[in-house]
């Protein structure tokens, strides 16, 4: 964006990972959705397409915002009149230097995930959120103990009907796979029918250790396609979910028998490691999968300037991407978002926003340049997210769990067992979120409804009648 907002400005992308990772197959789905694929490019093609851009392959050591230059691990030193920080986050492990403990953010820790589970008879996955549910998902051939904390499945994408929905498909034998990926979009440096029913809820809702300088770009949308996530064993799907508990903790053999705790030595077996729960269950295991969120990479930019850090560590930024520090930006997964939002927009770590945040970001940079005013973009009116989770397609749209939302919303839901699960937020009348799993086709017209805040009190629960056309019925 800002190499082609300012031809004339010399820009400069410094990056720690050996590829440039592009953004391809855009689609714009509605106004706010889009879908798009993320691939692995040589750093000639973007620097082809605009002259104006140099790359360069090295980590930035130290940042000096006072006069206005990085320097990067090789020892140059590079001045800038505007910055933007884009590095990301790494995994948030439950304990660090654990041999046996690992976190899946780029495409190293992806194949070492892969590696380890060639050989694996058992893993124990700990977290709720996104990459636990592809990884139970994905996992063949091992024995999957899922340690969740919450009542159920998936808690930072979905509330406990649609897990409830998801669930089956735990339990039954995947679908034939689809065509398998023509070629694997990263590389390491190594190798360049129920029935329809209709019903309103009640009122109340419901690897690693990479240091900044050697990690990678996060894996984009579909990262497991195109690699084997098969274990040792001759099954396809075995995945136990132990809810409502936690790790307290993690121990090997060894570490027990030097324990004075008895009781523990008793659980000694032949697995590399054992986990204990909170729930007092322990389970033998060949390693831990920790799934429990990301931190932001801020470390380098830190000392020795006076950024503002957010409380969940990222680097405040305003509504022009501005960190508190003169001239310097931040989006992405580092940044986190401060600005007055939209009551239907809420930041998440994803593609999605990092995209959109970049891609904003380059336009405030250019336009406080060029001293051309610059409003916020409308894509920060909605949040909106199209995913996959086991193998169905899932949009989200608004509050679409009710973050934030009082007492006085309601929810209507409409599910055919196998098929879809919709649900809609309504607050005051109005639609303020949606979850949509499954072909549904109405993400478009659920969109609109959002973005125009019409009162749908008069149409009650046949907001989601099946037999009623809705795309027709608001046309
Ligand atoms: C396994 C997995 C699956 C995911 N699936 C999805 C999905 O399906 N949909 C979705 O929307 N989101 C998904 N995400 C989240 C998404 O990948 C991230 O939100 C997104 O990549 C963030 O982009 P970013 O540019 O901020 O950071 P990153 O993609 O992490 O890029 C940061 C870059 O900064 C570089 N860097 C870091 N420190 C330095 C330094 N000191 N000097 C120089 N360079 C540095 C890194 O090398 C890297 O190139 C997934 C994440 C993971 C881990
Ligand atoms: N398809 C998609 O859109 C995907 C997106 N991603 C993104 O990639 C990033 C990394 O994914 P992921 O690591 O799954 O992060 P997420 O933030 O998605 O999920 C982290 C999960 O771990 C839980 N958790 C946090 N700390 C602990 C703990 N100490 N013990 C047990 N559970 C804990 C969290 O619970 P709580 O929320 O209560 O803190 C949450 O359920 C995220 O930004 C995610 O959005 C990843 C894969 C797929």
């Not at 592009?22 to 993320?38: C, M």
């Not at 995994?91 to 660090?96: G, W």
């Not at 998936?154 to 796979?177: H, M, R, V, Y």
């Not at 979120?433 to 008069?458: C, H, K, R, S, Y």
Request: a negative charge; charged letters at 25%; glycine letters at 8%.
């Amino acid at each position: 964006m800002l190499s082609s907002q300012i031809p004339s400005a010399d820009v400069a992308l410094i990056t720690a990972g050996p590829h440039i990772k592009a953004v391809t197959n855009y689609k714009q789905v509605s106004r706010t959705l889009e879908e798009f694929d993320v691939e692995e490019q040589p750093s000639s093609v973007l620097e082809e397409k605009f002259p104006n851009l140099t790359i360069i392959h090295s980590a930035v050591k130290s940042l000096h915002t006072k006069s206005h230059c990085v320097e990067t691990a090789d020892g140059r030193v590079f001045g800038y009149k505007k910055l933007c920080i884009c590095s990301g986050a790494r995994p948030k492990l439950l304990t660090q230097d654990n041999p046996y403990m690992l976190g899946i953010r780029d495409t190293d820790s992806a194949q070492e995930f892969q590696k380890r589970l060639s050989k694996a008879k058992r893993i124990v996955i700990v977290g709720n959120g996104g990459i636990a549910l592809e990884l139970v998902y994905e996992v063949e051939g091992c024995e999957v103990i899922w340690a969740v904390k919450d009542k159920a499945i998936g808690n930072t994408f979905f509330d406990a009907g649609a897990a409830q929905f998801l669930i089956p498909s735990l339990e039954a034998d995947k679908p034939q796979a689809a065509a398998p990926c023509k070629r694997p979009r990263f590389t390491t440096e190594e190798a360049a029918p129920g029935g329809s029913h209709i019903f309103t809820a009640d009122r109340s809702s419901q690897a690693y250790g990479h240091g900044p300088t050697d990690s990678g770009s996060a894996l984009g949308p579909d990262w497991h396609e195109g690699i084997a996530l098969r274990g040792a064993e001759q099954v396809s799907h075995r995945v136990s979910v132990e809810y409502q508990c936690e790790v307290e903790k993690i121990f090997t053999c060894e570490e027990l028998h030097k324990s004075p705790e008895q009781t523990l030595r008793t659980e000694c077996g032949d697995w590399p490691v054992y986990v204990r729960l909170t729930n007092a269950q322990t389970f033998g295991c060949d390693f831990v999968v920790s799934a429990t969120g990301v931190v932001p990479n801020t470390e380098p930019f830190l000392q020795g300037n006076t950024f503002v850090v957010a409380d969940d560590g990222g680097l405040q930024v305003d509504d022009h991407m501005m960190t508190s520090e003169a001239d310097v930006y931040a989006a992405g997964d580092v940044c986190t978002a401060c600005w007055e939002q939209s009551p239907l927009w809420q930041q998440m770590r994803l593609w999605t926003q990092a995209r959109q945040m970049g891609w904003y970001a380059g336009r405030c940079m250019a336009a406080h340049i060029l001293s051309e005013p610059v409003e916020l973009d409308f894509c920060f009116e909605l949040f909106s997210h199209i995913t996959k989770f086991f193998n169905y397609k899932v949009v989200l749209l608004g509050k679409f769990n009710s973050q934030g939302l009082g007492p006085d919303h309601e929810l209507l839901v409409r599910c055919t067992k196998g098929q879809e699960y919709v649900k809609v937020v309504l607050s005051g009348g109005r639609m303020v979120g949606a979850v949509l799993i499954g072909e549904t086709d109405l993400e478009e017209t659920f969109e609109n409804l959002i973005l125009n805040q019409m009162d749908l009190t008069p149409y009650g629960e046949e907001l989601l009648n099946p037999d009623i056309d809705i795309e027709d019925y608001f046309d």
